[in-house]
């Protein structure tokens, strides 16, 4: 009898520790699964925090990527940009990374405009996720490379920035381009401005509220140091220094 009850303990122990659907890990769902390697990511909603005294509404939920499979018990891999505003993973697809079997499970997460934000589109998040000792890993280099943005004006209402990864055809072309696959890399790539340009300082990424008054010219040869979310980091022998600042990657025609 006793060991009846144990054995019944464990099947119970073990099913609320493997999880076996998105589902057992209690949350709302908000995208169809999607299986990777024999492992299954799993969308879920959570509660950003209760209705607080003198509040009219409640926050928008959040959105979190979940792990799971037959063999480990659930693990949370990543949790989705947070504004205040509604948010929803726009599409979710795998992909290869060189045209082989190298492959990833890529996200689109949008969410809406914060009213105190200077953007004049939705946000957009693009992370890519590995397959990796039997579980699903944010893959942080290719996952920058996209990183998150929204089209930006000036005053004077031109566009100054767009960001390019908004859907899952712009995320394909950029998976088959040399830009990516120098960035993916750290291989040399040489590429000529399309039209004058101006750059912006920065080390990580852009100051893109801080453009600066150097600017090149049709023509100008560059080699790429960096690139993310549409930015390219290039450096450009000058008659006097060289020059490393950021430029938009659409100014800028790389070589194959």
């Known amino acids: 009898m006793n ?47 209760k209705l607080e005294k003198n509040q009219l509404s409640i926050d928008p939920d ?70 990796e000792k039997n579980i699903l890993t944010l893959d942080k280099q290719i996952s920058r490379f996209f990183d998150m943005g929204g089209d930006l004006i000036d005053s004077s209402g031109n566009v100054i920035y767009r960001y390019p990864y908004k859907n899952k055809a712009s995320i394909k072309t950029a998976l088959n381009s040399s830009l990516f696959n120098a960035a993916n890399s750290a291989s040399r790539l040489e590429g000529v ?8 300082e920065g080390d990580h990424a852009p100051a893109i509220q801080d453009r600066s008054k150097i600017y090149l010219t049709k023509g100008d040869l560059v080699v790429l140091k960096d690139s993310v979310a549409g930015w390219c980091k290039v450096s450009h022998a000058a008659k006097v220094k060289t020059v490393e600042m950021w430029a938009q990657c659409q100014a800028i025609a790389f070589q194959r």
């Open 193 to 200: 401005i399309r039209e004058n340009t101006f750059l912006y």
């Open 62 to 131: 959040g959105l979190i990527l979940y792990s799971i499979s037959e063999s480990q018990k659930p693990k949370l891999i990543y949790e989705f940009p947070y504004a205040g505003t509604k948010g929803e993973i726009q599409d979710a697809f795998i992909a290869s990374v060189d045209g082989g079997p190298d492959r990833r499970l890529f996200v689109i997460h949008r969410i809406e405009t914060p009213s105190s934000w200077e953007s004049t589109s939705d946000i957009y998040d693009v992370i890519a996720i590995k397959f």
């Open 3 to 49: 060991k009846v009850i144990v054995i019944l303990l464990l099947i119970v122990f073990t099913g609320r520790v493997s999880a076996q659907n998105c589902e057992d890990i209690g949350l709302r769902p908000a995208y169809p699964p999607i299986k990777m390697g024999g492992v299954t990511a799993c969308f879920l909603y959570v509660k950003t925090n």
